[in-house]
């Protein structure tokens, strides 16, 4: 079974600052998913990825597979950005088939004060 | 940009009683999901479903709950005898073809409140 974890469960930084928010899970997985999910409830995908680095915007991801790590990087982080950053895992192998349920991590919170 | 439509988006029942949530995915998607947030916690996946079956579920999907894909775009999960223990947020979330792990688009989620 994977466990997805995140850190930290909360985070609280002034406007303009790096922001690093960090995922590691237990095992082998076929891709990682970022997640954004705003006060209301709705939930957003910003990244899928299953090596390297993806940048959009202002927000970088990196995944370290065999370290099991990815992070979440936003470069000078806006009020706009506050949220909860959540992780996921894709486990089922590529070859399978089918659909894939993710597994999540708790999420981290954000808040960016102007 | 499409978007996965759920409704409604909030749910008032009594214990015991059958509730429908309802979603469309993106027209074109192959693959469906429904997941739930019970408040405070982390999303956790429920079922999936490809090609007119079930792909997988989870140890909380169990037969109080059913999939259904009656028409060629709606995309149900039915609670057939609610408990408490029921009350969640329930998200939908579809994907495209091609690769199998094209990014999951989720609904805006219904809150289901059960008394």
């Known amino acids: 079974k994977n466990e997805v974890e995140q850190s930290p469960q909360n985070l609280t930084a002034q406007e303009g600052e790096f922001i690093t928010i960090n995922c590691s899970y237990s095992?082998?997985?076929?891709?990682l998913h970022w997640l954004q999910q705003h006060p209301g409830g709705g939930i957003v995908s910003l990244f899928m990825?299953?090596?390297g680095k993806k940048k959009h915007g202002r927000l970088i991801a990196t995944i370290n597979i065999q370290e099991k790590h990815s992070s979440l990087h936003i470069t000078a982080s806006h009020p706009r950005d506050s949220a909860v950053y959540i992780c996921?895992?894709?486990?089922?192998?590529?070859?399978?088939?089918?659909?894939?349920?993710?597994?999540f991590g708790k999420g981290t919170h954000l808040i960016i004060q102007p | 940009e499409p978007e996965v439509t759920q409704t409604p988006s909030h749910q008032v029942t009594q214990m015991g009683q059958e509730v429908i949530l309802r979603c469309v995915p993106i027209?074109?998607?192959?693959?469906f999901y429904w997941y739930r947030q019970i408040l405070g916690q982390k999303v956790e996946f429920l079922v999936s479903?490809?090609?007119?079956?079930?792909?997988?579920k989870s140890e909380i999907f169990d037969d109080q709950f059913s999939v259904e894909r009656p028409d060629g775009s709606n995309f149900t999960l039915k609670i057939r005898s609610t408990k408490l223990e029921d009350s969640a947020m329930y998200f939908c979330?579809?994907?495209?073809?091609?690769?199998?792990?094209?990014?999951?688009?989720f609904g805006d989620g219904t809150r289901l409140s059960i008394l």
């Open positions: 979330a579809s994907s495209g073809q091609g690769h199998p792990y094209q990014p999951q688009h």
């Open positions: 095992v082998g997985i076929s891709a």
């Open positions: 990825l299953s090596s």
């Open positions: 996921a895992a894709s486990t089922r192998p590529y070859s399978g088939g089918g659909a894939d349920g993710l597994t």
């Open positions: 027209s074109n998607h192959l693959y």
């Open positions: 479903f490809y090609n007119n079956e079930i792909s997988e």
